[in-house]
């Protein structure tokens, strides 16, 4: 019997075949899992409804985050239609592209905000919804960086919003602890994807953090989906409350010499 067999859960967040959410999904399709998609907008569900319908998917529904209605219909839809949520991804981020370059001491207000609400408090809202559909043995997963707790130029406020997203993740394990449901959040190291793009000299720090990296590489998305896979099956049924690293070893090294000394 496949790992995911008979389990239905929710992936939010894929905007194309280089989403982390995407990887996440193969994976958890190649374990046995129905899943169902959000998109956040007609542009995006042209490309995310041809790669859901791809792996069998027959719940792709449109869930922008800022609207409690949109989160209300996508989560319930899903649970009626099913009748349970075994799991949850999250998987989306969004900060204006004014604030990431503006540094945090001149982030407005509202890009304060913006980046929060749906970096953040969008995986306590989204969860809250699923959660009578939720049983023992539940699981949800979100992605967050090593900006939450370093400074990593350019990341700015995203960096708070990732920070306020990892301590989320550890009171919802809390919250939801003695139910049985395990909630963790996966730090993957910089992938390319259409967020990284809006990240200030994306290509540049990729060197420098695979220089740095104790497996002197890169990660690839692939390895954030194995891991997500883990930590939604019983693999992990110990494992919660956790900000667990996916970054070949670089939040680990303290100083590695240059390739060229
Ligand atoms: P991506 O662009 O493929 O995915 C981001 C998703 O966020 C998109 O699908 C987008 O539609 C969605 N989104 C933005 N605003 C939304 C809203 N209001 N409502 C609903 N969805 C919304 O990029 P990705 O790199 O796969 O990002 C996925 C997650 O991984 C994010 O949380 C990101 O911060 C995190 N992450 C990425 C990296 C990286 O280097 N790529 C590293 C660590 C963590």
Known sequence: MKLMEGKKGIILGVANDKSIGWACAKQLHD?????????????????????AESIGAEYIEKCDVTKDEEIESFVKGFGEKYGQIDFIVH???????????????????????????I??????AVTREARPYMKEGSAVVSMTYLGSTRVVEGYNVMGIAKAALETANMYLAHDLGPDGIRVNTISAGPIKTLAASGVPRFKAMLKRFADSAALG????????????????????????????????????????HPKED
């Not at 542009?43 to 409804?49: G, P, Q, S």
């Open 91 to 117: 998987s989306l981020a969004f900060a204006d592209g004014e604030d990431l370059k503006a540094g945090v001491l001149n982030t407005s207000r509202d890009g304060f905000k913006l980046a929060n609400d």
């Open 31 to 51: 374990a046995g899992a129905t899943i169902g998609f959000s998109y956040l907008n007609d542009a995006i569900e042209k490309r995310v409804r041809p790669l």
């Open 119 to 124: 970096s953040a408090y969008s995986l306590i």
């Open 217 to 256: 590489r890169n990660v690839v998305a692939e390895e954030v989906g194995k891991t997500c896979l883990y930590l939604l099956s019983d693999l992990s049924s110990g494992v919660t409350g956790e900000t667990h690293y996916v970054d070949a070893g670089y939040q680990t090294m303290g100083f590695k």
